[in-house]
């Protein structure tokens, strides 16, 4: 599940003129919007060779793969999942991609599609569910019909054809109220936008993250 964080506006410097005036970019600050959800599996420092398991104790540690499935766990964790069949009833989604593990959540960027974003942390001795070093990182799909990760859905990773609000947060575009921004492209600044972007948002930096601007127009 990704959910997103507090965003402020910042008081930005002087701009510069000419065509950059046409362009110039509204700054909030978008820290933590996107958060990868916990996926927690412990592994053993008992002995080097033998087996893994999960936090539960009920599942070895897996190798995750495209094409595995996995379902909430709450045991150690609110946001937490554990891998499941893809024909266990409880199976909530499949993996689209399998990434390496990444310290910065922002600076993981899955598919297009993706309604859910896995972390998947190893704990040497200890609780992955509140610690632990991030080994991989699971891009999944929901099984059900609800894809709030396609574009324009109002979930997921912000992408194009997604729209935001005035203050940089995701927002559905159909049926939105107040003021509704399209996303046409995402830039380090807002000089790299399309003309058509008539309201671009410049973003404070955050590390990992490979936009520092949202190209928008409004809507």
Known sequence: MI?????????????STGES?????????????????????????????????????SKQAKEWKAGDCAGPDTSKSEDGF????????????????????AVFAQSVQCP????EIISVKVSFG???STGGIPSKTVCGRNLSGEHPGDAGAGGGQLVVGDCVDDRAKEIACAGASGAVNKVLA?????????AAA????????SPGRPYDTICASAA
Not at 186 to 194: D, G, S, V
């Open 3 to 15: 959910t997103h964080g507090s965003t402020r506006p910042r008081i930005s410097g002087t701009g």
């Open 21 to 57: 005036s046409r362009l110039r970019a509204r700054t909030v600050l978008s820290a933590g919007s996107r958060t990868a959800v916990l996926l927690a599996l412990v592994l053993a420092a008992a002995t080097a060779c033998g087996p893994t398991s999960s936090s539960g104790g």
């Open 82 to 101: 554990q891998a499941l069949d893809c024909d266990d009833p409880k199976a909530t989604l499949k993996a689209l991609e399998v990434q390496d593990g």
């Open 112 to 115: 297009a599609g993706t309604d």
């Open 126 to 128: 200890g609780d992955a």
């Open 186 to 194: 995402l830039t380090k600044t807002a000089e790299e936008c399309p």
């Open 198 to 205: 008539n309201s671009p948002i410049d973003l404070f930096p």
